[in-house]
């Protein structure tokens, strides 16, 4: 089992930016996905980025205003929020796809979620 924490999460000004972290309870290898996903009330949760491989993935909406970054030896993922806009609004979950313990297939697992408030 995968335990996934989120933190860093709050009330910020549209313009303003966020670091969210997420941190694994056990180590989560490069090659692994890990990545960050989004959801409003009444909407259905969409991606954010995902990191694998050193490669990068961001939503549309989400292009060039948000970084995705990784610290492998911390098992810790990173999401850099800038020039937030109200429609970014959201619970922000963490989530990483690592192989279930004979290897046969990947499975998911998430955080809790952090709260992400963008208004005036």
């Known amino acids: 089992q995968v335990h996934l924490v989120e933190s860093g999460g709050g009330l910020v000004q549209p313009g303003g930016s966020l670091r969210l972290s997420c941190e694994a309870s056990g180590r989560i290898g490069s090659h692994n996905k890990m990545g960050w996903y989004r959801q409003a009330p009444g909407k259905e949760r969409e991606l954010v980025a995902s990191?694998?491989?050193?490669?990068?993935l961001y939503g549309d909406s989400v292009k060039g205003r948000f970084t995705i970054s990784r610290d492998d030896a911390k098992n810790t993922a990173y999401l850099q929020m800038n020039s937030l806009k109200p429609e970014d609004t959201a619970v922000y979950y963490c989530n990483a796809r690592v192989p279930n313990s004979g290897g046969i297939w990947l499975v998911d697992y998430w955080g809790q979620g952090t709260q992400v408030t963008v208004s005036s």
């Open positions: 990191m694998e491989s050193g490669s990068r």
